[in-house]
């Protein structure tokens, strides 16, 4: 997909003036986004900035102090969103399927058996686990079980991704074989995708957006636009002309 055609559509996220937090206390302030269909956000920021505690908001689990968050579709947050968290919920101890695993996205949905078994096909075959209905969950490796957390997220047919830091403790091959996953569906797809971290080498890999969270306050537009020396510096607290930045930046600003 084209970056450059990515606005040519109607948004389907806004934050307006969003200010939000825990105990009446704001985590954020004057949040703005404007996120349209297609486009792939990474929300970058260092540890404890307010990444998952926005995610949170629009997922309408973290109360909003101030200003807005609109979707601009006919469907409910539950019906559009789908999330991946950090790490798997499910105990440990109880014995479960991928199938059975997988299935749990549908909770809440009013889906017919035949279109369930459709989705959950259509699900594994995305992430790579075709096949692998009946193997028990808790024998698969962690990259093939973040995968599962892709598929339990998709089987919902979601507008919106919201992936939630996907790759901790993975090791390089499985977090690169799990963000490729994620480059086909937003290029074969063109599904829309909000993912944190604190990586900037994977935004500037695969990100079409960025949102980049400081000292309670998000920047956020084109990557080219936002992932400047400047304000990565700024963010990350690396000394002028830091070195770290020389690899990741290349030619950027």
């Given at each position: 997909?084209?970056?450059?055609?990515?606005?040519?559509?109607?948004?389907?996220?806004?934050?307006?003036?969003?200010?939000?937090?825990?105990?009446?206390?704001?985590?954020?302030?004057?949040?703005?986004?404007?996120?349209?269909?297609?486009?792939?956000?990474?929300?970058?920021?260092?540890?404890?900035?307010?990444?998952?505690?926005?995610?949170?908001?629009?997922?309408?689990?973290?109360?909003?102090?101030?200003?807005?968050?609109?979707?601009?579709?006919?469907?409910?947050?539950?019906?559009?969103?789908?999330?991946?968290?950090?790490?798997?919920?499910?105990?440990?101890?109880?014995?479960?399927?991928?199938?059975?695993?997988?299935?749990?996205?549908?909770?809440?949905?009013?889906?017919?058996?035949?279109?369930?078994r459709r989705r959950l096909t259509q699900a594994l075959d995305v992430v790579?686990?075709?096949?692998?209905?009946?193997?028990?969950?808790?024998?698969l490796s962690g990259g093939q079980r973040q995968r599962c957390l892709i598929?339990?997220?998709?089987?919902?047919?979601?507008?919106?991704?919201?992936?939630?830091?996907?790759?901790?403790?993975?090791?390089?091959?499985?977090?690169?074989?799990?963000?490729?996953?994620?480059?086909?569906?937003?290029?074969?797809?063109?599904?829309?995708?909000?993912?944190v971290t604190h990586d900037i080498g994977l935004a500037l890999r695969y990100?079409?957006?960025?949102?980049?969270?400081?000292?309670?306050?998000?920047?956020?537009?084109?990557?080219?636009?936002?992932?400047?020396?400047?304000?990565?510096?700024?963010?990350?607290?690396?000394?002028?002309?830091?070195?770290?930045?020389?690899?990741?930046?290349?030619?950027?600003?």
């Amino acid at each position: 997909m084209n970056p450059e055609h990515l606005t040519d559509s109607l948004p389907i996220l806004t934050t307006v003036g969003l200010t939000v937090g825990y105990t009446g206390q704001p985590v954020l302030c004057d949040v703005n986004l404007t996120i349209h269909p297609g486009e792939f956000w990474f929300f970058l920021g260092g540890n404890g900035e307010g990444k998952t505690t926005l995610v949170r908001a629009l997922l309408g689990m973290v109360p909003v102090l101030a200003g807005r968050v609109e979707f601009h579709v006919a469907e409910s947050v539950p019906q559009l969103v789908g999330f991946v968290p950090q790490r798997c919920d499910l105990n440990p101890s109880l014995p479960t399927t991928v199938r059975e695993f997988v299935s749990l996205g549908l909770v809440g949905l009013r889906v017919a058996r035949s279109e369930r078994r459709r989705r959950l096909t259509q699900a594994l075959d995305v992430v790579g686990l075709a096949g692998l209905e009946r193997r028990a969950y808790w024998t698969l490796s962690g990259g093939q079980r973040q995968r599962c957390l892709i598929a339990r997220a998709l089987i919902r047919a979601p507008k919106v991704l919201i992936l939630d830091e996907p790759t901790t403790g993975l090791d390089p091959p499985t977090e690169y074989a799990l963000f490729e996953t994620l480059r086909r569906l937003h290029q074969n797809e063109g599904r829309t995708i909000l993912l944190v971290t604190h990586d900037i080498g994977l935004a500037l890999r695969y990100a079409t957006h960025v949102a980049l969270f400081h000292e309670g306050r998000v920047e956020a537009g084109p990557v080219e636009a936002i992932l400047t020396r400047e304000r990565l510096q700024a963010t990350f607290g690396a000394a002028p002309g830091g070195s770290f930045l020389r690899p990741l930046l290349g030619g950027h600003p």
